[in-house]
């Protein structure tokens, strides 16, 4: 290991070790904490933190090693890795690789002996920030002064740097013991994914539930989509700030004009909250963790949820045919809404998990049924 410095644009800076990513010597990013207890590979791997150092709160990390089958993309997204410990050992029976060998490989800064506690305690006081990691020597003076000149991630189209860029299919269940990842033959709709950074589990489970999916980039246009005369529409996950993707917002105005059944998440949810007249906003420190409440309004059921976002829909924005349908207990922002005089809504959280809980998966199914119910009219 290397001594490496994290520093952060209000003047912070912590001193650690690093143990991955030693070729590139730097990065750049804005600083998030993330909850979730494990996991740390599906979170490496999920294209919405493109453009984001993510700092772990668990006290030791790496312990379990990682495996080729639960990436949640084809490669790590993360700009930079920041934990308090790294395990020594990696113990799992499907582990392939330790944490340290999988970020050198990639070329990924990873850094180990911070005080994560008093770094998370600092973003929650004065908000996400953007930080700057070093590996050797430099002053605290230069490298605060790097990590503000770091481009501000509202300033970023991250979208375009992680959306597959040509058409795919995707036909891939879930993990089921002990056959691993199935393949999904049994197709009753056909569904257009817009992949703003779509994670593979929320295709897996669109593909559980009889979906044949056709994955479009996303600057695709909404004619192009309409030409595949899809079942239904689903608009993903994806890094950064949706107020700059105004050709993906116009598109999604597009689509909604068809009738055609729409599920958003994350920022599909935002964008779609654009695209209907609402506005969303930044979060003075984000939802990134697997342990958040979030209430069903119709319902008043309470579901723990996985979280990963740093922007969220203005409810004073929204007009009068859009429904508020879940609400985050922590802080009252919105995380699902429903349009009344459209077959389309959205949720903020991750009811695909990976990692975190399976409240939510259900959701999925009230995809299924809006596809159903249209289709029966």
Known sequence: ????????????????????????????????????????????????????????????????????????????????????????????????????????????????????????RIIRKYGVMKGYIHIGEISPAEAVKRARNIPDISELDLVSQVSHREVYRWNEGTWRWPEGYRKINEKKYTVAVIDYGVKRNILRLMADRGMELVCFPSNISAEEVLKFKPDGIFLSNGPGDPAILQYQIEQIKKLLSSDIPMFGICLGHQLLSWAIGGKTYKLEFGHHGGNHPVKDLRTGKVEITAQNHNYATDPDSLPSHVEITHINLNDDTIEGIRLTDRPAFSIQHHPEASPGPHDSNHIFDDFVRLIEECKNR
């Open 1 to 120: 290991m290397e001594k490496a410095i994290l520093a952060l644009e209000d003047g912070h800076f912590f001193y650690g070790y690093a143990f991955s990513g030693f070729s590139k010597k730097e990065t750049g990013g804005e600083v998030i904490f993330n909850t979730s207890m494990t996991g740390y590979q599906e979170i490496l791997t999920d294209p919405s933190y493109k453009g984001q150092i993510v700092v772990m709160t668990p006290s030791e990390v790496g312990n379990y090693g990682v495996n080729f089958e639960d990436l949640e993309s084809e490669k790590v997204h993360v700009n930079g890795f920041v934990i308090k410990d790294l395990s020594s050992i990696a113990s799992n029976w499907r582990a392939e690789k330790t944490l340290q060998e999988y970020l050198d490989e990639s070329g990924v800064i990873g850094v180990c002996g911070i005080d994560t506690r008093a770094l998370v």
